[in-house]
């Protein structure tokens, strides 16, 4: 297993909050200096300061992982201030709450924004990522998907779907990026308290409660710590853990 050393820079989406915040909290403990991106500039620089109060070395970027334009533009300004990438956490993703069975209210527009955030975003990223990473000779790349990928449930088909082709995502860029980078996936299952919980549908949030192992849902240092962990191993590439109380052994 690898030390993650000083000299690292990581990029984590979505880090505004919930598990992006607690990754980038623990990546910069262990010594990585860490790039909080957020579509709001503002809430990237106030998660930004709050980990610096406690002594970490962090700081913003804007990033819009829905937008080409904008994933363009962070990764030149990683690249231009920077000059390296060691490690990407793609967390930033996008949900809404609309039962299965209710398939015209999953339009077009919806299946569309979904899609471009949860798995185009991580895939243009990794491109992006790939490049600073093959020319240092290593690189980490950790996508955040969801248990929904894995099994019809979740907030929507929509976002289920996403999950699932950002799984398989990542394994096709295990293959296409080795032997240099690792792509990586962790799996999460309800997260209490969290924006994105909130939007999944009561009846399904309540039938995970009930059927999990554990009697809880997913913690966020827990999924953070799985990050961390795929971060520092050399040989462990295309994989998926799950974070989910035990919901998969049912």
């Known amino acids: 297993m690898s030390a993650i050393h000083n000299d690292k820079v990581a990029l984590v989406t979505g880090a505004t909050r919930g598990i992006g915040l607690e990754t980038a909290r623990q990546l910069a403990n262990a010594g990585v200096h860490v790039l ?7 809430k990237a620089v106030a998660a930004a300061l709050q980990l610096q109060a406690e002594g970490l070395s962090v700081e913003a970027i804007a990033i819009d992982v829905a937008n080409d334009d ?17 490690i990407l956490v ?55 998907a969801s248990i929904a990928g894995l099994r019809p449930m979740g907030s929507s088909i929509a976002y289920a779907s996403s999950k699932a082709a950002l799984i398989h995502l990542t394994r096709c860029l295990a293959v296409a990026l080795a032997p240099v980078i690792t792509v990586n996936c962790v799996a999460p299952g309800l997260i209490e308290g969290t924006r994105m919980a909130q939007r999944i549908p009561p009846a399904v949030a309540e039938n995970v409660r009930r059927t999990v192992v554990l009697g809880r849902g997913a913690d966020v240092g827990d999924i953070a710590a799985q990050v961390e962990t795929f971060c520092r191993a050399d040989s462990v590439t295309g994989q998926v853990l799950v974070v989910d109380g035990g919901l998969a052994f049912h």
Do not use: Y
Request: without cysteine.
């Open 90 to 144: 793609n967390n930033a993703g996008w949900n809404i709450g609309i039962p299965f069975p209710e398939l015209d209210a999953l339009t077009v527009e919806i299946w569309d924004r979904l899609h471009d955030t949860n798995v185009r975003g991580p895939f243009l990223l990794a491109k992006a990522a790939a490049g600073h990473m093959r020319k240092q000779g290593a690189g980490r790349i950790v996508n955040i």
């Open 36 to 42: 909080l991106g957020g579509r709001d500039r503002d």
């Open 70 to 86: 904008s994933i363009a533009t962070a990764a030149k300004q990683v690249a231009d201030k920077h000059g390296r990438l060691d």
